[in-house]
């Protein structure tokens, strides 16, 4: 799925990532006791929660723009190309056709059908960016 495949990747990977970094640590002598970490492998089972994720690389960033409701913006907060043809892959990857490519309403289209199919495919995003 090309561009969207990327954007899952930058959000779902990297939220996968955090939980290992914390429990690193961990004594590899002691196999026989079993200890409370066990519930950090049943976490990635939960859905990853997507606008927690993006505030937290905006934060990073120093800011984001207006990356929930602007493509352009989410695409340069993901650091992936946000140029006329990379939107029009888009487009095509999620079977948008509203407005012309380029258009404010294509644009206002790709974003809500970028929420939709991150939530489809195990994201927790708030009503509020699916609307």
Do not use: C, Y
């Not at 969207?4 to 990297?14: E, G, K, L, Q």
């Not at 493509?71 to 888009?90: F, G, M, P, Y």
């Amino acid at each position: 799925m090309g561009i969207f495949s990327s954007i899952m990747d930058r959000i779902f990977h990297r939220k996968a990532a955090a939980p290992t970094a914390g429990p690193a640590p961990t004594a590899a002598p002691r196999p026989a006791a079993p200890a409370t970490r066990p519930a950090a492998t049943a976490a990635p089972a939960a859905p990853v929660d997507v606008e927690a994720v993006l505030e937290q690389i905006a934060a990073e960033k120093g800011g984001g723009g207006n990356w929930r409701t602007s493509i352009v913006d989410l695409l340069k907060l993901l650091d992936l190309d946000s140029s006329l043809e990379a939107r029009k892959e888009l487009a095509a990857d999620l079977g948008v056709n509203a407005g012309p490519h380029g258009s404010a309403e294509q644009n206002m289209a790709l974003s809500k059908a970028v929420w939709a199919a991150l939530a489809k495919n195990g994201g927790k995003v708030p009503a509020t960016l699916k609307d």
